[in-house]
């Protein structure tokens, strides 16, 4: 088991608007690469709730980019997966179709 019962893969998790990161996420390269610490707190951030705007969810059947870009727009709105991916990917200079994962 990964951290407070959490899956050994989980880099991270919310409680209220506080975000825990896992062990796992030190690990990860801190930017770039299919997981990164960079990324894993952008995740994370876009759970959380504001009162204007409702907090993604982590969607079935999400696992890399590949699936992700698969998403309808609607469940692609609400993927905290899509928010990381694209966040993670403007720096780089990437564009969808350059992600294989």
Request: hydrophobic fraction near 35%; glycine fraction near 10%.
């Amino acid at each position: 088991m990964g951290a407070d019962g959490y899956s050994p893969p989980t880099r991270a998790w919310n409680e209220g608007v506080l975000i825990h990161l896992c062990p796992v996420n030190f690990l990860d390269p801190v930017a770039g690469g299919i997981t990164s610490q960079a990324g894993t707190i952008v995740h994370e951030v876009t759970h959380q709730a504001d009162g204007t705007a409702a907090g993604t969810a982590d969607l079935d059947g999400v696992t890399d980019r590949a699936s992700a870009h698969k998403l309808s727009r609607y469940n692609a709105a609400r993927s905290g997966a899509n928010y990381e991916y694209f966040i993670m990917n403007v720096p780089l200079g990437k564009k969808a179709e350059d992600s294989k994962n």
